[in-house]
């Protein structure tokens, strides 16, 4: 099993030829995301989560929520042949075992709209790891790995603090990181390494292109 975070929100699953990626959007640098992948799992709308540049680079088939679809569609109607529209429940074969966990975006401003958001609790070969997209959304079993929010317009640094803890995964391993500093990141990075290792839990942010 190979986990690999690539810029901000994206992350890279391999495990027994399966090439899973999940939300390479505007904020992912790297233009070989998604090359080679067998699945791309998309949470919402936001540009941060998809691209079409990046949907183009590969011939995979697009797993995602009727929103992102749609917005895909509107895009990029040479993609519609390939999206495939997920609802929240479902269990999906994409090469590994997928769970779609949860309905909606976390509250950016009560002025804003509300978005829709899908999570996904991945099986891989036994190990379980779970990406929220942009929602505190607690999948209802205790992943192995969190891949866990700590930067965004929506999220306090205690809430990231309590989303960790109440999830429960062993392993926290940093994504959404693209809005702070690297003296954010630090001072973030010690308030986990604080209070999660009290329960034994442990953080880390790796660089992107680097594995778990």
Not at 180 to 188: K, L
Request: aromatic content about 4%.
């Amino acid at each position: 099993m190979r986990i690999t975070k690539l810029g901000h929100a994206c992350v890279r699953l391999e495990v027994d030829g399966a090439v899973v990626v999940v939300d390479p959007g505007a904020f992912t640098p790297e233009a070989d995301a998604t090359d080679g992948a067998t699945a791309v799992l998309l949470t919402h709308e936001h540009p941060d989560h998809w691209s079409v540049d990046h949907l183009r680079r590969t011939d995979a088939p697009v797993h995602t929520i009727r929103a992102v679809a749609d917005a895909v569609v509107a895009a990029a109607p040479d993609l519609a042949e390939r999206l495939r529209v997920v609802e929240p429940g479902e269990k999906l074969d994409v090469g590994v075992p997928v769970t779609v966990v949860g309905e909606k975006h976390a509250v950016i401003h009560p002025e804003l709209p509300h978005f829709d958001n899908s999570g996904y609790l991945l099986d891989l070969d036994g190990t379980t790891v779970f990406h929220p997209g942009d929602a505190l959304t607690v999948p209802g079993v205790r992943p192995d790995v969190l891949l866990l929010p700590v930067s965004a317009p929506w999220l306090k640094l205690s809430e990231c603090i309590d989303y960790a803890r109440e999830v429960g995964a062993p392993r926290n391993v940093a994504i959404h990181d693209a809005i702070y500093s690297e003296v954010g990141h630090q001072v973030a990075g010690g308030m986990l390494d604080r209070f999660l290792g009290a329960r034994d839990q442990t953080y880390t942010r790796l660089e992107p292109g680097t594995d778990a």
